[in-house]
Nanobody
């Protein structure tokens, strides 16, 4: 099993920044793909970004050039740096990982962008 715990969410003003962290229960060397989804109230879950074991990344168009995902395989963590935040970024952000061809999810962390 893979246990993932997100942290770093909170309230931030538009244009501000937040850094989310995802800590895994064990080595993430075994996890090729990790990343983030988000879900805003009344909306479907939306894929945000992913990173592979080797560091290859992809981003949704909505966050491209504003968000940066990184991965530390030694510390077993994945980080999402979010800059130039917009109100539409408000959502619960979930860390995910693929393990044995099944998705694993963290508990989520709330990000609220508001004045």
């Amino acid at each position: 099993q893979v246990q993932l715990v997100e942290s770093g969410g909170g309230l931030v003003q538009p244009g501000g920044s937040l850094r989310l962290s995802c800590a895994a229960s064990g080595s993430i060397w075994r996890l090729n793909v990790m990343g983030w989804y988000r879900q805003a109230p009344g909306k479907q879950r939306e894929w945000v970004t992913l990173i592979t074991r080797s560091g290859s990344t992809n981003y949704a168009d909505s966050v491209k050039d504003r968000f940066t995902i990184s991965r530390d395989n030694g510390k077993n963590t994945v980080t999402l740096q979010m800059n130039s935040l917009k109100p539409e970024d408000t959502a619960v952000y979930y860390c995910y990982a693929d393990w044995e061809n099944r998705p694993y999810w963290g508990q989520g962390t709330q990000v609220t962008v508001s004045s």
